[in-house]
C-alpha cells in the first residue's frame, strides 16, 4: 500500500492546512480567531477565540503531518478531535445528511482517521522512511479516544464559561 494512502493523506492533510490557516490567519476566506471564535461562541463552544486558535493549531499541524505521514496516529488524533467537536456541536441534531448540514462529512473524516491510524500511513511516508510507523488496532481506538477525550474536555470547558 503505497500511492492510494499517499494520495489520500496529501489531499486530506493539505485541505486541514487550509482549514487550520482559515482560523489562524483569515486565509483563504477564513474568519481568522477573531471571525471563527465568533462563530464557535454562538454554537457554544467557548472561550470562542481561544479554542478558534486551539482548533487552527490542531488543523495545521495534523494536516501537515498527515500529508507527510509523520506521527499519523498524533495527526490522525488531532483531526479527529476538531472533527468530533464539529459534529457534535453543529451537525448532530441536522441528521446525518450534508444536504440537511448533517454530521456525514464529519463522520467520513473521522473513519478515514481512524483507518489511517489501524493500516498506517504506507510506504511512502515519513513514518515509513525513519521506521516510526505505528499502526493497529490500538493505535486507532487509541487515536479515536484522545479525540473522545478532546472533544469532551472542549465541552465541559465551554459549560463553564461566562454565557454558558
Not at 489520500?8 to 487550509?18: C, D, K, M, P, T
Not at 472533527?83 to 478515514?112: C, F, Q, R, S
Not at 483507518?115 to 515519513?126: E, I, R, Y
Amino acid at each position: 500500500m503505497g500511492l492510494g494512502l499517499a494520495v489520500l493523506r496529501a489531499i486530506v492533510g493539505l485541505l486541514f492546512v487550509g482549514h487550520g490557516a482559515q482560523k489562524l490567519f483569515g486565509w483563504f476566506g477564513g474568519g481568522g480567531p477573531e471571525g471563527t471564535g465568533r462563530f464557535f461562541e454562538s454554537v457554544g463552544v467557548r472561550p470562542g477565540k481561544q479554542n478558534a486558535v486551539a482548533s487552527g493549531i490542531s488543523e495545521t499541524a495534523g494536516g501537515a503531518l498527515l500529508a507527510l505521514g509523520l506521527a499519523t496516529p498524533l495527526a490522525s488524533a488531532a483531526l479527529s478531535g476538531t472533527m468530533a467537536t464539529a459534529l457534535w456541536t453543529v451537525h448532530k441534531d441536522k441528521g446525518p445528511w450534508a444536504t440537511a448540514g448533517g454530521y456525514e462529512y464529519n463522520l467520513t473524516l473521522l473513519a478515514i482517521f481512524f483507518a489511517l491510524a489501524d493500516v498506517g500511513p504506507g510506504k511512502w511516508s515519513l513514518d515509513e522512511k525513519l521506521g516510526l510507523d505505528r499502526s493497529g488496532p490500538g493505535w486507532a481506538l487509541a487515536q479515536l479516544a484522545a479525540a473522545v477525550a478532546g472533544t469532551a474536555a472542549v465541552l465541559k470547558r465551554a459549560e463553564s464559561q461566562p454565557g454558558a
